[in-house]
C-alpha cells in the first residue's frame, strides 16, 4: 500500500482514493455560478425579442431558462454553503474522538444529499426543456 509522509507523519493511501476537498469543490461550484450568471444575464436581453430564442432552442415558454437559470443560481449557493459547512465541522475533534463533530455533521450530510437531489432534478428539468 502506498504511503505519503504529511507533517512528520506517515499515512497510508489507498491507490483508489479520489481526494477532492470542500473548498475545491466551493471553487468550482462558484466558478459554476458566474458562468451561469454570465449566461443568465445575456438571456434575460435577449428574451425581450421571443423570435429569438425559439427557433434555436425550441422553448415555448421564453422564461422557462431564466428560472431554470435562476434556481440553479440557488441551489448551487445553498452547495456551497453546505460544502463548507461540512469541511469546517469535519475538521473539528480528531480521528480518534469524533465527539465534536458527531452529531452535526449528519445534519448538514442529509440536508447536503437532499439539495444534490434537487439540483439533479433541477437540471434533468433544464435539459428535458431544451
Known amino acids: 500500500m502506498p504511503k505519503i509522509v504529511v507533517l512528520r507523519h506517515l499515512w497510508k493511501v489507498g491507490d483508489d482514493d479520489?481526494?477532492?476537498s470542500g473548498n475545491l469543490n466551493a471553487i468550482c461550484r462558484a466558478i459554476f455560478i458566474g458562468l451561469i450568471g454570465y449566461s443568465y444575464n445575456n438571456i434575460s436581453v435577449d428574451t425581450n425579442n421571443c423570435s429569438n430564442l425559439d427557433p434555436f432552442l425550441g422553448v415555448k415558454d421564453k422564461y422557462l431558462i431564466q428560472k431554470i437559470m435562476l434556481a440553479s443560481i440557488v441551489l448551487f449557493c445553498v452547495l456551497i454553503l453546505l460544502n463548507l459547512s461540512v469541511a469546517f465541522i469535519s475538521t473539528r475533534g480528531t480521528i480518534m474522538n469524533n465527539n465534536p463533530r458527531k452529531n452535526k455533521i449528519q445534519l448538514f450530510l442529509?440536508?447536503?444529499?437532499?439539495?444534490?437531489?434537487?439540483?439533479?432534478?433541477?437540471?434533468?428539468?433544464?435539459?428535458?426543456?431544451?
Do not use: K, M, N, Q
Open 18 to 20: 479520489f481526494f477532492f
Open 110 to 130: 442529509i440536508l447536503r444529499g437532499f439539495a444534490s437531489i434537487v439540483e439533479a432534478g433541477v437540471c434533468s428539468v433544464g435539459i428535458a426543456s431544451l
